[in-house]
């Protein structure tokens, strides 16, 4: 093996030192051998990139095939409901933008959109069908974990709107074990509980009662749960919402008029 | 270039100086000495009948083995292969979507902004600019933190699928599991913080975080690993507080099986919006409170 | 070019009878296929540097595929087989480099 001449330092002349010689291969030429270098390292770069996102994306492969089932049928479902979206938003866009009717339109859109945000900000009622939950928990063995997993998986099987009790559960609902019971948002919730879901009824009781779900869960505890699907339910709780001090909206809230 | 000078510095280190040095088995070397010395050519021939079956015999060697090394496509190979495939366009159509539904309410949003400049609406305005921003649909900013959690280091070895298949069922205890982001997310709400995001998915009343699998799941979109949380919020406190309560104790609880966590405090964070949150089942109930005195939404006492 | 031809002849054979291996050999497979390796690209690069011997090859095949699936072996019964086997691939590894290194010097003067 050749060794390697260890790199001099020189200020003589004609004996560029290897800074210069640095310099001096930095300075692009058109030769043959630098566009074929060039064209390498490019190709290297590419490579390097493809192979560091290929190990952040993440393995689907290392699932089972009945979980790539179910996220296929999850993803597909999503799917269609952004499809459905989209197909109602551009309608009422075409409406609004065409606007023959002088605003109203808008103005029925928008109080369309109000009370759907509302809905989901827990500040209006909403009705529809769904599921109501009774755990029934004489021995207090029901925590918060426990809650806050049902209603996790509530909102997996599409649950829109969610009561405890008397407390409407929204994104920042935050569940803590006190003392004697459970409190969301700061309210104690009483045994038994009582959980509405505003959703579709199958889905969700199904959810519920899959292996290794609630209900086998708490029945394990032991305690006891009763689901019941309802054509019909209302969602009466509110949220008390609080003026955010912190965060803002990144944008103007409207837009410039195209 | 030899090996054998006296007091060469890498003299100890025969075995890797032998291995770069000499790769050549030192038979030939000799074989071609003896060889010259008796008279005949350094090198043999070709054609000798023993070397052309140990040819032969090398061929089958490297097919056979290749043969039978092959990790075979089995019908289940295929189908998870197909099901892989078929995930990826399906999300890769739902992001589409869910640009262009983003794109649409925008449009919307500047034509409601032109109708209510008409008719004076701006009460109606400013209302559904905050309950979008309470329910998360728009990107909000503004300071608070960034809470990175990750599985313990010696778990990571993605390329063996066959272990995962084996062992998802059994509680590993450096993985990072969705019942931990519950309580974690759960500590930062309980803390104070107004809005959470998770690797770049805005939290909202619909969304749930559930592992299928080796993977976890927000809004049934898998997350890479780390998982990065981001909260707005009072700087300062809401670490502290979340340091304090039930998630800071279970983050704390991760550490002693190696499970990483990191809070940063940050100025200025932002976190995305859901643009494609609707409903599908719900219906607002009609009540007798008219629409235009929005002070009136809140709790009955 | 006879052993050449003998060993396309070999890929044939193997891939057309497709010989079942038995279970017990496939760990050492891989060992035996990189052992072979090694010997091959000796042999092009004694032909090259003008003092290939065929005895000395054949020797070498056989005494290399056999000790190297035998230190893997052993590796497996002392429970460091999978250490034994990185050790056996990164010597391999590096010698089949060398020879490759000395015949791409040969052949392409770069």
């Known amino acids: 093996m050749s060794q390697i001449p260890p790199a001099k330092a020189t200020g003589g002349a004609g004996d560029p030192s290897p800074w210069h010689r640095l310099r001096l291969m930095a300075r692009p030429r058109a030769t043959k051998a630098n566009v074929f270098a060039a064209l390498l390292t490019i190709i290297l770069g590419f490579a390097m990139a493809t192979q560091v996102r290929q190990n952040q994306v993440l393995g689907l492969e290392s699932l089972r095939q009945g979980e790539l089932v179910t996220i296929l049928d999850n993803a597909t479902l999503q799917s269609s409901r952004l499809e459905q979206s989209a197909r109602e938003l551009q309608a009422t866009r075409d409406e609004l933008v065409t606007d023959s009717t002088g605003g109203a339109a808008a103005l029925a859109a928008a109080q369309k959109r109000l009370d759907a945000l509302g809905i989901l900000a827990g500040t209006a009622r909403a009705h529809g069908p769904g599921i109501r939950m009774t755990i029934v928990d004489p021995a207090g063995k029901v925590d918060a974990p426990l809650l806050l997993n049902a209603i996790e998986e509530l909102r997996d099987a599409g649950a829109e709107a969610i009561q405890v009790g008397d407390v409407r559960v929204v994104a920042s609902s935050y569940f803590l074990s006190s003392g004697s019971g459970i409190e969301i948002d700061g309210t104690k919730v009483t045994r038994p509980y009582t959980i509405l879901a505003i959703g579709d009824p199958q889905t969700m009781s199904s959810a519920m009662e899959i292996p290794g779900g609630l209900s086998e869960t708490v029945r394990g505890l032991p305690a006891t749960i009763t689901i019941t699907q309802q054509n019909e339910l209302a969602v009466g709780a509110l949220h008390t919402l609080r003026t955010p001090r912190y965060a803002r909206l990144v944008a103007p809230p409207v837009s410039a008029a195209p | 270039m030899s090996a054998g000078q006296a007091g060469r510095p890498d003299a100890s280190m025969t075995l890797i100086t032998e291995m770069m040095q000499r790769p050549l088995d030192p038979g030939y070397a000799a074989a071609a000495e003896s060889r010259q010395r008796s008279g005949l050519a350094p090198a043999t021939g070709h054609r000798s009948p023993l070397l052309v079956l140990v040819a032969v015999l090398i061929g089958a060697l490297l097919t056979t083995s290749a043969m039978a090394l092959r990790v075979p496509a089995t019908g289940a190979n295929t189908i998870k292969s197909d099901l892989v495939r078929r995930i990826e366009a399906s999300r890769a159509h739902a992001d589409g979507q869910t640009r262009l539904i983003a794109q649409l309410q925008l449009e919307i949003n500047a034509a409601q902004a032109a109708a209510f400049g008409q008719q004076s609406q701006t009460g109606l305005a400013a209302e559904l600019s905050r309950l979008e921003l309470a329910a998360g649909t728009v990107p909000v900013t503004g300071p608070g933190l960034v809470l990175t959690v990750d599985d313990a280091p010696s778990r990571v070895d993605r390329n063996n699928p066959d272990v995962g298949a084996q062992t998802s069922k059994e509680f590993d205890s450096g993985k990072v599991y969705d019942r931990d982001l519950h309580a974690i997310v759960n500590g930062l709400w309980e803390a104070g913080a107004e809005a959470i995001s998770i690797n770049g998915h805005r939290l909202t009343a619909r969304s749930a975080i559930r592992a299928a699998g080796e993977a976890i799941l927000v809004d049934f979109r898998p997350l890479t690993r780390p998982y990065v949380i981001t909260a707005i919020g009072e700087p300062g406190s809401v670490s502290v507080e979340f340091a304090d309560n039930d998630g800071g104790s279970h983050l704390h609880l991760l550490a002693n099986y190696n499970i990483r966590g990191d809070i940063q405090e940050r100025d200025s964070v932002s976190v995305p919006g859901e643009p494609t949150l609707s409903l599908q089942k719900a219906q607002p109930v009609p009540s007798a409170v008219t629409k235009s005195a929005p002070a009136t939404l809140r709790a009955p006492p | ?110």
């Open chain 3, 1 to 110: 070019m006879i052993p050449a031809l003998g060993l396309l002849v070999g890929l044939a054979v193997g891939l057309f009878l497709h010989p079942a291996v038995p279970l017990a050999l496939q760990p050492y497979l891989p060992i035996a296929v990189i052992a072979a390796l090694d010997t091959v690209f000796g042999g092009v690069r004694a032909v090259l540097d003008g003092i290939f011997n065929d005895k000395v090859f054949v020797v070498s095949f056989l005494s290399n595929v056999v000790v190297a699936a035998f230190i893997v072996f052993l590796g497996d019964q002392l429970g460091v087989g999978s250490q034994l086997s990185t050790g056996v691939v990164v010597v391999l590894g590096i010698r089949i480099f060398s020879n490759v290194a000395s015949i791409r010097r040969h052949l392409f003067r770069a």
